[in-house]
Structure formats: C-alpha cells, structure tokens
C-alpha cells in the first residue's frame, strides 16, 4: 500500500484499512485518494472537483462494489443537456368546484404562478424555500393551436365598484341583476347590457358572456380609459455611420430588411418613420414626395430642429459618437407622439455631457494562480464567485435621466450594439433599461469576416421590424383577500412600449 493509500484508509478507520490491504482502490475513491494526497503534500495540480451522484436510496458502504457501479460523475461545466430536449408542460390547474366552462383559466404561456400550489399561510411560504411570484406576458402572440382570442367594444365595461376588479369566470351570480367579486366580496349591480350576446346578436343570459367563458378577453377602450386620443406609431431610427460602422456592412444589411419588410410593419395609414444619421454633424432630410432636402447643424451641443415631427431626419458623425446628443434631439423630435427609438452604436460615445471613458483594465485580468492545498483552492474559488465587479455598474447617471425624459414623453429606446471593443455596456443601457426598451449585443459583426453574426442579426432584425407592437400601456396586478403584491415601486406599472417578447415578473 502507498503512502497516499495508506493516508486515505486510515481516514475511513482501522477495519477498513485492514480490507484494502491487498485490494486495489476503485476509481472514484483513486481520484479523491490524489486529490487528498496532492493537498496533503503541497502539489499545485489539483484535480477539479466534481458532484457524485448516487442512484441507490440509502447510502452504501465506501469502496463496495454496489457503490462503484451506481454512483456517476457529473462535470457541471462540461455537462450541455441539463435542460430536456422537449418543452416540460406546465401542471394542468385544478379547480375547487365545477364551472360551466372547463377552459376558463389563463393560458399559462400569458400568465403564470412560480407555484402550482400556493400555501395557505405566510409560514408554510418561508419553510417551502419557493419563490412566489407572477410572471406575465400581456402582449404575447397567441399560438396556433390556442383558442380564438375575444375582442369586445363595449361603451359598458363591468366592474367591481370597490377593487375595480373586472367581471370574470370566477365571480358569482346571485341573480340576474347582481354579481359577486370574486376579489373583495362586495355584491355590484348587473347593468343591462351585459345580458347582450355579441356572437349570437341576442339578449340572453349574463353567464354566456365572453368574459365568462374566458379569463383572457380583450376590450376596445372607451374615451374614458385613454388619457388622450390614440396617437400614430412613430418609429425613428438613428443610424451610427462612422467608418468603422459601414465597414461592418450593417447598414446596408439593415436597408435592404427594411425595403423587403416595410408593409409589414405595424402601424396605419399615419404611421411615421424618420431616419437619423450620425457622424461629424447633424443632418436632417425634409421628405416630400420625390424631392429630399438636406439640413446640416454642426454645432451638436445647440442643435435645433429645422422640420417637423411628421418628417424623416437624419443625422451622422464622422469621428465621436455622441449618442447622448441624439437623443435628446429625438426626444424632442417625438415629444408630442412618442412612439420608438432604435440606436444603432458601434463605437463607445466620447465627447459631450454623455461622454465616456474606457473602463477596461488590461493590466487586471484572470491569471493562474497556484493552489498549494484544498483549502486555499475552495477559498480562491469563493472570492472570484463573490468579487465585486465594478465595471458591472454604470459609470454615471445621465443615460438613466435621459431614459426617464423619454419615458415621460412615452418614448421607449432599443439599443443595438455592434462593437468589435469596450462600449460600456453597463452604462448605455440604463437608457433602453428604464424607458422600456431593449438591449440587442452582436460583437464583432462583420458582412464577411463574421457571416453567422450577420445571419443572426438579420434574423432577429426582421422580427423587431414585424413583430407586432403597443403603445402607452398600465398594468395593473390585483391579489386575492391573503395575498398581497409586493414591488419595487408600485403594483401600476407603465409600459411605454410592448411587443411579443415583453415579460414582467411581479
């Protein structure tokens, strides 16, 4: 027997020393006998260690021959099929009592409880260890196989008078002029015309309503649920035309996507799009009919608009980015309609009130760091997991304050960055973070040196430019008597902008 054998048997006890005398170690028990010994006597080369899994329900004596054969190793950072090959189903709901209508609840794809089983009390909450919480995807395209989606124009929108809940599968009937909330208890008056079917054109009975028959119903707002008049889909976009940035090729990429796809962009027949160009000036294209007029402003810190809000602008910079500039001229471009702003970056903005400087340190990176023993590689590991990374917080505020100054006119901003070097990431996207908007990251795009990149950008351009979008959006999420809503700020969220993708997690 080795020294390192001799070490890890005594470590098991003195009968089982006596075992393996003659015997050799099984494997796995091989690896942690070097890894033991490779700490013990000073080596730097640790083996990584690695979870051992045991099928068995009781745990079986160390170096038997039942636990070499039951018992898998399993490199977590190796492993790529955690995740199931298939989509796992959600847990179909079950319902206390019978309803007239089997399929009332929500789609689980629009919204979903953490919990299938929701606790009955605070403390049973704590012990389970779950999150509880809703996540919600209220603009999200219905699938095929989904049932039809019941749109209602109605000048009478039912609700509780004292949660402002909306009537729903779930409520009671106690006779035909009243209803009970389902929310708070309170027993409404049934107006007469919710006794109207709008399938069969018929006066009928309250419960074969569409918002009985269904949890998910979409109204035609009346004028008293808007705070103004509907206003035309705006879309700007700013193009950044530098050199660096027409070398990659995305901006031909990018015309001839928005040539092919421009009627299919949502919107009707007063919808605007503008083009905004940056390089060593500001330039503004007035569009009428066939002519095109150009006006150029170069001094970006007193830039003015020149046109109107119903016109196409474009501006361009030829050495420094000033993204920061851009924005606030779009803000007040948009000021009066909101509507959405797509930057596209590839350089990191230098120059103006917005300007920043390269964080990035060289110097201070991961290197090879000698581990003498177990204790100082669980130790080393630790500190880099829990090391706190400066450059993953912003480096100021000013795109955070420009994004609420867009978010207060109802503009949201999406973010393309397409840089080959640092851009900050942290900080640019407080701007698309807090008024809405997305942030969309493809390093090192090139036509021709990166062509899967160029792929995926055009993939994912076409469906930003036809997905379908909303505008001037409030949600609202109401809880049962038990349950409360806690939130950063406040249960009334405002979407400035909503598409397909839009999730919200309360």
Same mark, same amino acid.
Do not use: W
């Given at each position: 027997m080795t020294t390192a054998q001799r070490n890890f048997a005594h470590l098991r006890g003195p009968s089982q020393m006596n075992m393996q005398q003659n015997a050799p170690l099984p494997p796995s028990e091989?690896?942690?006998?070097?890894?033991?010994?490779?700490?013990?006597?000073?080596?730097?080369? =640790?083996?990584?260690?690695?979870?051992?899994?045991?099928?068995?329900?009781?745990p079986t004596m160390p170096g038997s021959v039942q636990q070499a054969s039951e018992q898998k190793i399993i490199d977590l950072l190796m492993a790529t099929d955690i995740l199931p090959s298939k989509a796992v189903c959600p847990p179909k709901i079950m319902l206390k009592q019978s309803f007239e209508y089997s399929d009332v609840n929500c789609s689980p794809d629009i919204c979903r409880c953490t919990l299938s089983v929701v606790p009955q009390t605070s403390s049973s909450l704590k012990k389970c260890g779950l999150p509880f919480g809703l996540v919600v995807h209220p603009f999200k395209d219905m699938k095929a196989n989904t049932k039809h989606l019941s749109v209602l124009q109605s000048t009478v929108i039912v609700r509780c008078r004292t949660c402002r809940t909306y009537i729903n599968p779930f409520v009671r009937f106690t006779d035909q002029r009243h209803w009970r909330c389902n929310m708070c208890g309170r027993v409404n008056d049934l107006p007469d015309e919710f006794h109207f079917d709008p399938a069969s054109q018929k006066f009928g009975e309250a419960k074969r309503r569409p918002e009985i028959k269904s949890a998910t119903v979409e109204f035609i707002a009346p004028a008293e649920y808007m705070i103004r008049t509907p206003q035309p889909a705006c879309y700007v976009?700013? &193009?950044?035309?530098?050199?660096?940035?027409?070398?990659?090729?995305? @901006?031909?990429?990018?015309?001839?996507? $928005?040539?092919?796809?421009?009627?299919?962009?949502?919107?009707?027949?007063?919808?605007?799009?503008?083009?905004?160009?940056?390089?060593?000036?500001?330039?503004?294209?007035? $569009?009428?009919?066939?002519?095109?007029?150009?006006?150029? =402003?170069?001094? $970006?810190?007193?830039?003015?608009?020149?046109?109107?809000?119903?016109?196409?602008?474009?501006?361009?910079?030829y050495s420094n /980015? +000033?993204?920061?500039?851009?924005?606030?001229? =779009?803000?007040?471009?948009?000021?009066?309609?909101?509507?959405?702003?797509?930057?596209?970056?590839?350089? $990191?903005?230098?120059?103006g009130p917005g300007a920043l400087q390269s964080r990035e340190n060289p110097n201070v990176r991961a290197?090879?760091?000698?581990?003498?023993? /177990?204790?100082?590689?669980?130790?080393?590991?630790?500190?880099?997991?829990?090391?706190?990374?400066?450059?993953?917080?912003?480096?100021?505020? &000013?795109? +955070?304050?420009?994004? @609420?100054?867009?978010?207060?006119?109802?503009?949201?901003?999406? @973010?393309?960055?397409?840089?080959?070097h640092y851009c900050d990431l942290a900080t640019l996207s407080e701007v698309a973070k807090f008024s809405g908007g997305c942030v969309y990251c493809y390093p090192n795009l090139h036509m021709f040196r990166n062509s899967l990149e160029m792929k995926r950008f055009q993939d994912g351009l076409r469906r930003y430019l036809t997905r379908k979008i909303g505008f001037e959006a409030v949600l609202r999420i109401r809880c049962s008597p038990g349950s409360q809503t806690v939130a950063t700020i406040t249960d009334l969220h405002l979407l400035v902008r909503l598409s397909g993708e839009s999730t919200i997690g309360s």
């Open positions: 091989r690896q942690n006998a070097n890894l033991y010994c490779s700490a013990a006597s000073g080596r730097s080369s =640790v083996a990584p260690f690695m979870p051992v899994i045991s099928s068995g329900t009781f976009y700013v &193009f950044d035309v530098s050199a660096s940035a027409i070398e990659t090729g995305y @901006l031909e990429t990018f015309c001839q996507m $928005l040539t092919d796809e421009l009627d299919r962009v949502p919107g009707d027949a007063r919808t605007v799009v503008a083009f905004i160009a940056v390089d060593s000036a500001l330039h503004y294209y007035f $569009l009428d009919g066939t002519s095109i007029k150009e006006f150029v =402003v170069t001094d $970006l810190g007193g830039a003015t608009l020149c046109i109107g809000c119903g016109h196409s602008g474009s501006r361009r910079t /980015l +000033k993204i920061h500039d851009e924005l606030q001229t =779009v803000t007040y471009l948009q000021a009066d309609i909101g509507g959405r702003v797509t930057v596209m970056s590839t350089v $990191l903005p230098e120059v290197s090879k760091v000698q581990v003498r023993t /177990l204790d100082e590689f669980l130790v080393i590991s630790m500190n880099v997991i829990f090391k706190d990374v400066e450059n993953l917080a912003p480096a100021a505020d &000013f795109y +955070k304050n420009l994004a @609420l100054s867009c978010c207060a006119h109802q503009i949201a901003v999406d @973010l393309f960055l397409m840089s080959s």
